[in-house]
């Protein structure tokens, strides 16, 4: 219940240190987000924009599976409205009010918390370095990676946190050298070498050939296998 008070203490911290940042520059409230385009050829896999947009269900479903896979890889985080279109599913509807107690076995890992707070942080920074702060984006940094652990389910998200924990673990005892990545584009979590920008782990959750979405892991040195859960 602690670790709750003090996740919930340090989010709005967060909060009050944007709204000061946009009180110096209100017009960054207000200003349209950019566009960003999938761009895919025949002959390359890495044709992706910088940052790709999550996409909707209905482009999603009819993507090839390696073009999937760099979209969880690339694509910047996602509101939870964006994640609700890409699984067909309104996750704004998901009540994370009892999150806490339903996936107590995260909540009071203290790997999960600390997680959570490096994702906000790391976002927080990015934002304000593009000066493209958006006000309602701190909660919904936390509210996204909940909603979707949430859609996935308990059972599963207990398989998947064991196999993810210690990866996850490894990167924040050494955050120079390794970047954590949250949910966006059929990817919950992700960890990057820091240097090369390359991921060395990924829990997704996402279609495969149309169906699913599955449950499953990438990691190095071969991050093109898939290791199923759910």
Do not use: C
Not at 142 to 169: C, D, F, N, Q, Y
């Amino acid at each position: 219940m602690r670790d709750n008070l003090n996740f919930k203490v340090f989010l709005s911290s967060l909060i009050a240190i944007v709204m000061v940042f946009t009180a110096v520059s209100p017009s960054v409230l207000y200003a349209e987000e950019t566009v960003k385009e999938i761009s895919v050829t025949e002959n390359s896999e890495d044709t992706f924009s910088e940052e790709l947009q999550t996409p909707t269900y209905e482009e999603v479903i009819n993507l090839e599976n390696n073009e999937v896979e760099i979209i969880a890889e690339q694509a910047a985080p996602a509101t939870i409205e964006q994640l609700s279109e890409y699984y067909n599913t309104n996750l704004e509807n998901i009540n994370i009010d009892n999150f806490d107690e339903k996936f107590e076995f995260l909540t009071s890992d203290s790997v999960f918390n600390e997680m959570e707070e490096i994702i906000a942080i790391q976002e927080a920074e990015a934002q304000l370095s593009q000066d493209e702060v958006n006000a309602q984006w701190v909660p919904v940094v936390a509210a996204a990676l909940r909603a979707l652990t949430s859609k996935a389910g308990k059972k599963a998200m207990e398989k998947g946190w064991s196999v993810a924990r210690p990866h996850i673990e490894k990167a924040l005892k050494n955050l120079d050298n390794y970047v954590i990545d949250g949910p966006s584009g059929g990817r919950i979590i992700q960890v990057r070498n820091k240097k090369t920008k390359q991921p060395i782990f990924r829990l997704d959750y996402h279609y495969i050939d149309g169906k699913g979405p599955y449950l499953h892991y990438h990691v190095a040195p071969n991050m093109k296998k898939h290791h199923f859960i759910w």
